[in-house]
């Protein structure tokens, strides 16, 4: 008997925030968080909507910027944060700022 079929689905949705960062932290090399560096307020909007799940598109529509200029914003989110995905930022963005 396979186990598969006893163990019901996850999906990262099921869980808040902060517990999948947790999750996610676990299983990350880092040992200790980088250096932050100060992020602007376009950063940080960017970054909270990023972390709800909203795709580039939609982020520039609703703050009426080019796509290109989202994208540039959320290169530099990530290099602020020293974060290595896109995931790991968003993480690191609602630990310090909630």
Same mark, same amino acid.
Not at 20 to 39: D, F, H, I, Q, T
Not at 44 to 70: F, N
């Given at each position: 008997?396979?186990?598969?079929?006893?163990?019901?689905?996850?999906?990262?949705?099921?869980? +808040?925030? &902060?517990? !999948?960062?947790?999750?996610?932290?676990?299983? =990350?090399? #880092?040992?200790?968080? *980088?250096?932050?560096?100060? /992020?602007?307020?376009?950063?940080?909007?960017?970054?909270?909507?990023?972390?709800?799940? +909203?795709? &580039?598109? !939609?982020?520039?529509?609703?703050?009426?910027? =080019?796509? #290109?200029?989202?994208? *540039?914003?959320?290169?530099? /989110?990530?290099?602020?944060?020293?974060?290595?995905?896109?995931?790991?930022?968003?993480?690191?963005?609602?630990?310090?700022?909630?």
């Amino acid at each position: 008997m396979s186990v598969y079929p006893a163990v019901p689905v996850v999906r990262r949705e099921d869980f +808040a925030p &902060d517990v !999948a960062c947790e999750v996610y932290e676990l299983g =990350s090399r #880092r040992r200790e968080p *980088a250096a932050v560096k100060e /992020l602007t307020s376009r950063q940080v909007t960017i970054g909270r909507m990023m972390a709800t799940g +909203a795709k &580039d598109a !939609a982020i520039a529509h609703e703050l009426g910027l =080019s796509l #290109r200029t989202i994208r *540039a914003e959320i290169s530099a /989110l990530i290099a602020g944060l020293g974060a290595r995905s896109r995931f790991q930022a968003g993480c690191l963005l609602v630990r310090r700022f909630g």
